[in-house]
């Protein structure tokens, strides 16, 4: 069974940062694709970022390319994302996700993701 569990979620000013981490458990963490999700109040599960399993490449949505970087550290089972230059409309909950087998949907969709953490919370303030 494989478990993801997010933190490093709070509240910060727009302009700031925050670094979210997921540790997920299992010995074959190197074997999974990983992404970041985000979700608003009243609105639909967003991809924000998505990762390789060799961490060489990656993928963000527009909305938050060139402000977030997502990375991972394999030999701590562990993927990052690093958010600066945050703004008002990241406020959200965060999720990380685990693409373990073939799928034949695009990686920014939710179903393309076999394992999710619980989430956590980000706050943008003005």
């Known amino acids: 069974q494989v478990q993801l569990v997010e933190s490093g979620g709070g509240l910060v000013q727009a302009g700031g940062s925050l670094r979210l981490s997921c540790a997920i458990s299992g010995r074959t963490f190197s074997t999974y694709d990983m992404g970041w999700f985000r979700q608003a109040p009243g609105k639909e599960r967003d991809f924000v970022a998505r990762i390789s399993r060799s961490g060489i490449t990656t993928y963000y949505s527009d909305s938050v390319k060139g402000r977030f970087t997502i990375s991972r550290d394999n030999a701590k089972n562990t993927v990052y994302l690093q958010m600066d230059s945050l703004r008002e409309e990241d406020t959200a909950v965060y999720y990380c996700?685990?693409?373990?087998?073939?799928?034949?949907?695009?990686?920014?969709?939710?179903?393309?993701?076999?394992?999710w953490g619980q989430g956590t919370q980000v706050t943008v303030s003005s």
């Open positions: 996700a685990a693409s373990v087998a073939y799928t034949t949907y695009t990686y920014t969709h939710p179903l393309a993701y076999d394992y």
